[in-house]
Each structure stands twice: as structure tokens, then as C-alpha cells.
């Protein structure tokens, strides 16, 4: 693995001004207009912090999820510099949290039994974090990956991890085809790898406008989300996919060219 560029301290920078600037544009705007409906600043304050992700579930839980987790990443990195194999190291810190996840313990009090639970959802999403910060410098010199690494045995951890938390889960059938549309991105054209890097690079953004256009259509468009025509919610979610991508897309080009100039 390559040196982090530019130090710990530019790593921090990068990093955290990537996902926080976004963040508390979007966070922002979406607590201003809820405060304007009902909501008190303290409940608002809770969530663009991400405080009430923790305590009751709500907000933003990728974003709480992230702050302490690029806090620790450097020390990950260095982790892996040092040791000789860090597929195995990945693979051991993969299956603890697995483990520790797959525990259920049972608690009296509400208030920290809702703030174990949401605990264990971020371990849940934990294994693909630590899985692809292993593999992103074999993809970027581009070495050939094996494809047990890079679509077996994650998704063997995600089908496992989804059964110890929720037991059957009907989704599993859609697992079949990961590794089939994996091989299929390798054949794919141009314009359509165009099309997931341009939704890629707006993932961010458009993963927090998502459930705040939701609302807004709920709460300022009853009409639409009411009408007969939106049986199934189908126009509500299309709704949200078009607004909320041109939405995401500003954003990140003004955040872009915000930060450059810094």
C-alpha cells in the first residue's frame, strides 16, 4: 500500500472535508426546513450532528458511521504496511466483527438497547469497508484480482451476516446474480461505465438527498404522493431518483469547486 498522500494530517483534510462539507450543506438545509415545520433546534442540532443516529436512530447513520471511522483508518493503514500478508489481517477483522455482530444481548433499558442495536447496524457494513480498503491499491495498479477475494468471499460474509441478524431473508436470491453482474461490468461499453462512475461520484450526495426529497414530497406535494397515480409509491420514488440526483449533482460540483479554492 502506497504512503498516505501528503501525511495523516492532509489525509484527515481530504477526507473529512469530502464527506462533512456535503453533509452540512444537505443536513442543513433539510433541519432548517424541518424547524420551520415543528422541529426544535436541540432536535436538530442532535441530527446534523449525527448524535441521534446513536440514541434513537435517526439521520444520517453512513455519515455517523464514517466520522469514527476514518479516525482509526491511518492506524489500519499502518497496520497493513507493517504486517506481511494483509489479506489475512483483513479477513481476521472481518470475521471478528462478524462475530460481535452476531450477538444479541439482552437489556432492560430501552435508551441503550436501541444504542446497541444501532451499533451493530454500522458493524454490519464494517466488512466491505475494511474488503475494499485491502483490494483499492491492487485495483488502482491495476493487478488482476482473484475473483474469490472479490466477489465470493464478500459476499459469503454478507450472506452470513444477514442470516445471523435477521435469520431467512428472501433478499438472498438476489445474491445469485452479484457474481454474474460482476463479470458482466468486464464486457459492459464504455458509456455504460461512464454512467456508474458518474452516479458513483455523486453516491454521497445523492444517498443524503434521498430520504430528505422523500419527505419533502410527503410533506410539501401531499398531492402527488396521495394521487392514484402513484400506486406502489412508483412515481414518489421516481420523483426522488430524478430530483434528488440533479440535487446531488449541484452539490457536489459546488463542493468541488469550493474546496479547490482552498
Not at 436501541?114 to 451493530?120: C, H, K, M, P, Y
Not at 453482474?181 to 464486457?187: S, V
Not at 452516479?199 to 392514484?228: D, M, Q
Request: aromatic share 16%; net charge positive; charged share 15%.
Amino acid at each position: 500500500m502506497k504512503q498516505i498522500r501528503g501525511g495523516v494530517k492532509c489525509w484527515y483534510i481530504r477526507r473529512y472535508r469530502r464527506v462533512l462539507v456535503p453533509y452540512f450543506i444537505i443536513a442543513g438545509i433539510g433541519n432548517i426546513l424541518a424547524v420551520m415545520r415543528g422541529r426544535t433546534i436541540a432536535e436538530a442540532v442532535l441530527n446534523i450532528s449525527t448524535i441521534s443516529y446513536w440514541l434513537e436512530h435517526k439521520g444520517a447513520w453512513y455519515i455517523a458511521m464514517l466520522i469514527p471511522l476514518y479516525a482509526i483508518t491511518p492506524v489500519h493503514d499502518a497496520i497493513c504496511k507493517k504486517i506481511k500478508n494483509p489479506v489475512y489481517y483483513t479477513l481476521v477483522i472481518v470475521i471478528i466483527i462478524v462475530g460481535i455482530s452476531s450477538l444479541h444481548f439482552e437489556c432492560p433499558n430501552v435508551g441503550l438497547a436501541q444504542f446497541i442495536e444501532n451499533v451493530r447496524h454500522v458493524l454490519v457494513h464494517l466488512p466491505a469497508f475494511f474488503i475494499g480498503f485491502m483490494l483499492a491499491p491492487m485495483a488502482k495498479e491495476e493487478k488482476c484480482i482473484s475473483f474469490l477475494w472479490m466477489i465470493v468471499v464478500p459476499l459469503f460474509l454478507v450472506i452470513m451476516m444477514k442470516y445471523l441478524h435477521f435469520g431467512y431473508w428472501p433478499g438472498f436470491l438476489v445474491f445469485s446474480f452479484v457474481p454474474l453482474l460482476c463479470r458482466l461490468f468486464c464486457y459492459s461499453g464504455k458509456t455504460f461505465m461512464n454512467i456508474l462512475s458518474f452516479f458513483g461520484k455523486i453516491s454521497l450526495e445523492s444517498y443524503l438527498f434521498n430520504g430528505i426529497v422523500g419527505s419533502w414530497i410527503i410533506v410539501y406535494l401531499p398531492w402527488i404522493y396521495e394521487s392514484p397515480v402513484n400506486k406502489g409509491c412508483y412515481l414518489h420514488y421516481a420523483l426522488v431518483i430524478i430530483v434528488g440526483t440533479a440535487l446531488a449533482y449541484w452539490v457536489n460540483r459546488f463542493c468541488e469547486k469550493a474546496l479547490k479554492k482552498n
